[in-house]
């Protein structure tokens, strides 16, 4: 009678799980099911079951195992597609335990080899290949029970004593993290292995105006530029393992919409004019026409550097100049004050070249490498209400740094808007910044005084953000009677480039409010009285020269 070494195995697994305490259940139909036991443990050899209550003890282990036992000296072992598609879809753990007899009455060694990370990428990537056309039936019905698939075994798979123990440890190796994460770790290997290259392919065809460049609209749908394409009609591939196959096609009335296939590069514009050394470095996103680009003429390649509210186009190639659009937020929109300060310098910078009748430079790099050095070509002027914009977040921003806040704030341009005179006597008042001042205000008769130096008291009170600023200065400059009169009254003026600033007080978020106008003008008034005559006056106008 022939000898069934598949039986004797069979029984050396069971006497071995026995010894562990692990229960073994056969498969009633192996061939539907792909493996041969399945092994489960009982909750006590849970090794955290003895410290932490049982309601809160790890999942019970639980595995799949095939049984393969041989007499001769081999190192593979065929296998079906059907059954390596069993055993690699099931979220539990799987291996094959092979048995050596070599022969003789008692398993001479053993190996285990676990169906990971490989096994489910080989297996997924010959199911999708099986897939293909020229791989089906002529009834389109995959025949996996007649393609088969090896595994093989080595010296690192032998497990290190002939008995239970020995198979446990080799199961425990690598199920480390628990059956929980275990399950997690196999389903997500399986869903997302072969497409690490991208997940589909579409060929499409395009309606596009007869008006525009075609090839200068692909990439600019590639780098978010273009919103959505008109598709006539196309198809959709599913790629996996660079394998496609055709899941969908879709008809005219269709529309490509674009959306970013991954996070952007990371890259740098410097800009500066040929008239002054300042320099300002922009950190940007970077889009560059990873999916399209390859399809058109190098010379129509560009890239979208976005800087904040600023976006810069910049050509790949030598046939175009660098275009700079702007979309700023909303006049009551919360925004970070050093985002608006970015944009702010570069329109400021972009006024004093033309001032200045000089070109504007500036150097694009994505990602530590240059890619282009030029000029910003400007198709018109800058709008004087956006200059006035650039000042008045310029003036926030000095005021925020000089309290260490300019990186911690949000704010609206509404709300800075309505601070326009506070935001600049403070910003006056708390650097070196000599700006020219002309103050005018009528003096009834009984109010005047001789001509001479004089302090006038103008406190400063903004609000940036959820902190307020008080700043207690003034002008000093010598007051005169400029020669206008009305009734009984007569208008002195000061026209000065001198500030003061004796006191300066930042509160925060439940602080609160501070010192009064009144107060505040306190301070200046008996920092220079001894000194020089205090001018208290009514602020008709105030004009910056």
Same mark, same amino acid.
């Given at each position: 009678?022939?000898?069934?070494?598949?039986?004797?195995?069979?029984?050396?697994?069971?006497?071995?799980?026995?010894?562990?305490?692990?229960?073994?259940?056969?498969s009633?139909?192996?061939?539907?099911?792909?493996?041969?036991?399945?092994?489960?443990?009982?909750?006590?050899?849970?090794?955290?079951?003895?410290?932490?209550p049982?309601?809160?003890?790890?999942?019970?282990?639980?595995?799949?195992?095939?049984?393969?036992s041989?007499?001769?000296?081999?190192?593979?072992?065929?296998?079906?597609?059907?059954?390596?598609?069993?055993l690699?879809?099931?979220?539990?753990?799987?291996?094959?335990?092979?048995?050596?007899?070599?022969?003789?009455s008692?398993c001479?060694?053993?190996?285990?080899?676990?169906?990971?990370e490989?096994?489910?990428?080989?297996?997924q990537?010959?199911?999708?290949?099986?897939?293909?056309?020229?791989?089906?039936?002529?009834?389109?019905?995959i025949?996996?029970?007649?393609?088969?698939?090896?595994?093989?075994?080595?010296?690192?798979?032998?497990?290190?004593?002939?008995?239970?123990?020995?198979l446990?440890?080799?199961?425990?190796q690598?199920?480390?993290q628990?059956?929980?994460?275990?399950?997690?770790?196999?389903?997500?290997?399986?869903?997302?292995?072969?497409?690490?290259?991208?997940?589909?392919?579409?060929?499409?065809?395009?309606?596009?105006?007869?008006?525009?460049?075609?090839?200068?609209?692909?990439?600019?749908?590639?780098?978010?530029?273009?919103s959505?394409?008109?598709?006539?009609?196309?198809? %959709?591939? *599913?790629?996996?393992?660079?394998? @496609?196959?055709?899941?969908? $096609? !879709?008809?005219?009335?269709?529309? &490509?919409? +674009?959306?970013?296939?991954?996070?952007?590069?990371?890259?740098?514009?410097?800009?500066?004019?040929?008239?002054?050394?300042?320099?300002? %470095?922009? *950190?940007?996103?970077?889009?560059? @026409?990873?999916?399209?680009g $390859? !399809?058109v003429?190098?010379?129509? &390649?560009r +890239?979208?550097?976005?800087?904040?509210?600023?976006?810069?186009?910049?050509?790949?190639?030598?046939?175009?100049?660098?275009?700079?659009? %702007?979309?700023?937020?909303?006049?009551?929109?919360?925004?970070?004050?050093? $985002?608006?300060?970015?944009?702010?310098?570069?329109?400021?910078?972009?006024q004093?070249?033309?001032?200045?009748?000089?070109?504007?430079?500036?150097?694009?790099?994505?990602?530590?490498?240059?890619?282009?050095?030029?000029?910003?070509?400007?198709?018109?002027?800058?709008?004087?209400?956006?200059?006035?914009?650039?000042?008045?977040?310029?003036?926030?921003?000095?005021?925020?740094?000089?309290?260490?806040?300019?990186?911690?704030?949000?704010?609206?341009?509404?709300?800075?808007?309505?601070?326009?005179?506070?935001?600049?006597?403070?910003?006056?008042y708390?650097?070196?910044?000599?700006?020219?001042?002309?103050?005018?205000?009528?003096?009834?008769?009984?109010?005047?005084?001789?001509?001479?130096?004089?302090?006038?008291?103008?406190?400063?009170?903004?609000n940036?953000?959820e902190?307020?600023?008080?700043?207690?200065?003034?002008?000093?400059?010598?007051?005169?009677?400029?020669?206008?009169?009305?009734?009984?009254?007569?208008?002195?003026?000061?026209?000065?480039?001198?500030?003061?600033?004796?006191?300066e007080?930042?509160?925060?978020?439940?602080?609160?409010?501070?010192?009064?106008?009144?107060?505040?003008?306190?301070?200046?008034?008996?920092?220079?009285?001894?000194?020089?005559?205090?001018?208290?006056?009514?602020?008709a106008?105030?004009?910056?020269?």
């Amino acid at each position: 009678m022939a000898r069934d070494v598949g039986k004797k195995g069979e029984a050396v697994l069971h006497d071995w799980t026995a010894d562990v305490g692990i229960v073994t259940n056969k498969s009633t139909d192996h061939d539907a099911t792909g493996w041969d036991f399945i092994l489960e443990w009982p909750v006590v050899c849970n090794p955290d079951a003895t410290t932490i209550p049982l309601d809160q003890a790890l999942t019970p282990l639980k595995c799949l195992v095939q049984v393969k036992s041989t007499d001769t000296k081999i190192n593979r072992w065929p296998v079906t597609l059907k059954n390596w598609l069993y055993l690699v879809r099931n979220p539990l753990p799987t291996f094959f335990i092979v048995l050596h007899f070599d022969g003789k009455s008692q398993c001479q060694r053993a190996h285990l080899v676990h169906v990971g990370e490989h096994y489910i990428s080989e297996t997924q990537r010959r199911l999708r290949l099986a897939s293909t056309p020229n791989k089906s039936s002529k009834k389109g019905e995959i025949k996996l029970n007649k393609a088969t698939m090896q595994f093989s075994w080595s010296q690192k798979d032998l497990i290190p004593s002939l008995d239970g123990h020995g198979l446990q440890s080799g199961i425990f190796q690598y199920i480390q993290q628990g059956i929980d994460e275990y399950l997690k770790w196999k389903q997500s290997i399986c869903r997302s292995v072969g497409y690490e290259n991208g997940h589909g392919r579409v060929d499409f065809t395009v309606l596009l105006p007869t008006s525009i460049d075609a090839e200068q609209h692909i990439v600019d749908f590639d780098i978010g530029l273009v919103s959505h394409l008109e598709i006539d009609r196309g198809e %959709f591939f *599913d790629e996996r393992f660079g394998i @496609p196959v055709l899941t969908n $096609k !879709f008809e005219s009335g269709g529309r &490509l919409e +674009a959306l970013p296939t991954g996070p952007p590069e990371k890259g740098q514009i410097t800009i500066w004019t040929s008239s002054r050394n300042k320099k300002l %470095f922009l *950190d940007c996103d970077v889009y560059l @026409p990873r999916s399209f680009g $390859k !399809f058109v003429d190098s010379s129509k &390649l560009r +890239a979208r550097f976005d800087a904040g509210y600023l976006t810069f186009v910049v050509p790949l190639g030598n046939s175009s100049s660098t275009r700079m659009n %702007f979309k700023l937020p909303r006049l009551k929109e919360q925004a970070p004050l050093r $985002k608006l300060y970015e944009s702010a310098c570069v329109f400021l910078a972009i006024q004093a070249a033309l001032d200045d009748s000089a070109s504007i430079k500036l150097s694009v790099s994505c990602e530590d490498k240059n890619l282009r050095h030029g000029e910003l070509q400007l198709t018109s002027n800058i709008p004087p209400s956006l200059i006035k914009w650039a000042h008045l977040i310029e003036n926030a921003w000095v005021v925020a740094r000089h309290f260490d806040i300019e990186s911690k704030v949000r704010v609206s341009v509404q709300s800075l808007g309505q601070q326009n005179l506070e935001l600049f006597l403070a910003k006056s008042y708390l650097v070196s910044d000599p700006q020219w001042f002309k103050i005018c205000s009528w003096l009834e008769d009984d109010e005047r005084f001789p001509e001479e130096k004089c302090c006038i008291p103008r406190p400063a009170v903004v609000n940036i953000g959820e902190y307020k600023i008080q700043v207690a200065g003034g002008f000093i400059g010598d007051l005169r009677f400029n020669g206008n009169r009305r009734e009984n009254q007569y208008q002195y003026e000061v026209v000065t480039n001198s500030t003061c600033k004796c006191f300066e007080r930042i509160l925060y978020p439940g602080d609160g409010p501070g010192e009064s106008y009144e107060e505040l003008t306190g301070h200046v008034s008996a920092h220079h009285e001894h000194e020089m005559r205090i001018a208290y006056v009514k602020f008709a106008s105030k004009d910056q020269k």
